[in-house]
């Protein structure tokens, strides 16, 4: 299981994910699942994998390949383009790999989170579907999420705005939804990986990653979890044996 968010607002991107591959009772394996792609001042692309490792690994190497001599990624006219690029690869690998694994019950599932900028466009975020067809975030849904969403999600839909977030809140909203999504499921795990691009900067030099006692990570956590008690505590009183008020134009039948 994984948990990886990309955040787009007017100001850039935050990119942020888990580090856990697999958890049981007597092993948990962890492995990178941020890859970047950068070409200084023309191009910056950073993808998030979940899925089957071993599928993903395929895919980043097969980009990671192209990329080096100036093809795929290091092509793409548009980050639409680069999404379609991965789509292509996912369908490649699963060329190679999907019977195989279909016939010992084991399902292909890649999923890969893109976010970037090309020169001369604006900066865009993407999911990549294992069928290898892409979704772009837009100003009214800013994140996208792959992996275990659910624990994370709430935070983003009550606090992210496209207009309005600057890139330093989003960066703390990213935090808040990894930490949350690792603190209800064993299977999401630190390391965090989180990476920031500033739009049309072209370059990517804000990326960092926390380890499980890192002290920021530590007081992020400490201080949402004190400001969540503190924000329940100063509710109004619910008075339980009230009757609510009828709604306009609404009659109450008596009991």
Known sequence: MTYCLGIITRDGLVMACDSRTNAGYDQ??????????VDKGNRVIIALTSGSLS???????????????????????????????????????????????????FHFNVHILLGGQIAGEPPELYIVYPQGNPLRACKESPYLQIGETKYGRPILDRGVRHDSTPLDMAVKYA?????????????????????????????????????????????IRQSWEQAL???????????????????????????
Do not use: W
Request: net charge neutral; with cysteine.
């Open 55 to 105: 599928c993903s690994q395929s895919v980043i190497t097969l980009l990671r390949r192209d990329f080096k001599i100036g093809k795929g990624l290091a092509a793409a006219d548009t980050m639409y383009d680069a999404a379609r690029v991965i789509g292509q690869q996912i369908r490649h690998v699963a060329e190679l790999d999907r019977e195989t694994l279909a016939r010992d019950n």
């Open 175 to 219: 935090l808040i939804s990894l930490d949350s999504t690792m603190r209800s499921n064993v299977a999401v795990g630190p390391p965090v990986d989180l990476a920031v691009y500033q739009v049309d900067s072209l370059e990517l030099t804000q990326c960092r990653r926390f380890e499980e006692n890192d002290a920021d990570l530590l007081t």
């Open 28 to 37: 948990v394996n962890v492995c990178g699942k941020m890859h970047k792609f």
């Open 229 to 255: 008690r503190k924000g329940v505590q100063d509710l109004p009183a619910i008075d339980l044996k009230a009757a609510p008020p009828a709604a306009p134009g609404v009659s109450r039948v008596a009991p």
